[in-house]
């Protein structure tokens, strides 16, 4: 059973959600010919505070 973890700054829709969760999906049932009902994808969102570039929070950077 593949099991697919994506972490991704907190803010996307749930249909650009599913859209993704859909998309992977499928790209791992081509690549590994594997029912679909056997993918797991997990999608872990992290707030922009909990990121940080250069030294600085994300959450500082869009200010």
């Known amino acids: ?3 697919v973890q994506i972490s991704m700054i907190q803010g996307r829709t749930p249909e650009k959600k599913e859209h993704l969760i859909k998309k992977v ?3 791992i049932v081509e690549a590994l010919q ?3 009902e056997k993918v ?3 999608l872990n969102e992290v707030p ?3 990121i940080g570039v250069a ?3 994300l959450s500082k ?3």
């Open 55 to 57: 030294g600085v929070p």
């Open 61 to 63: 950077m869009d200010s």
């Open 48 to 50: 922009k505070e909990n």
């Open 1 to 3: 059973m593949p099991i």
């Open 25 to 27: 999906t499928d790209a």
């Open 34 to 36: 594997v029912p679909a």
């Open 40 to 42: 797991r994808i997990i």
